[in-house]
């Protein structure tokens, strides 16, 4: 199971932290991703890591403004948003998959139900 908090309403240029906890199986061989969805437009992704090495990707339009990492247990990670545009107003949802990170939704078995953010100009 995956659950996202932290969403709401954010002001541009300001900051917001989501977190995603995973429970329910161990998650440590695992990659944790982020996408987001705005109204009319498809899925995006925006973030991942492997909770077992680390390792990062990002999606071209966060690049340098967003940061995920992980919570020390590894079944916690944190999507550190800054710089925020009015563009990065969307339902924004974790999900996980077995092994190295992708950036293909279709990767990713596990998914959580999803947290709004709304930046206001």
């Known amino acids: 199971q995956l659950v996202e908090s932290g969403g709401g309403l954010g002001q541009a240029g300001g900051s917001l932290r989501l977190s995603c906890a995973a429970s329910g199986r161990t998650f440590s061989d695992y990659s944790i991703g982020w996408f987001r969805q705005a109204p009319g437009k498809d899925i995006e992704f925006v973030a991942a890591?492997?909770?077992?090495?680390?390792?990062?990707d990002y999606g071209s339009s966060v690049k340098g403004r967003f940061t995920i990492s992980r919570g020390d247990a590894k079944n916690t990670v944190y999507l550190q948003m800054n710089s925020l545009r009015p563009e990065d107003t969307a339902v924004y949802y974790c999900?996980?998959?077995?092994?190295?990170?992708?950036?293909?939704?279709?990767?990713?078995?596990?998914w959580g139900q999803g947290t709004q953010v709304t930046v206001s100009s």
């Open positions: 890591i492997n909770l077992n090495g680390g390792t990062t």
């Open positions: 999900a996980a998959l077995y092994g190295r990170t992708y950036s293909a939704r279709e990767r990713y078995r596990y």
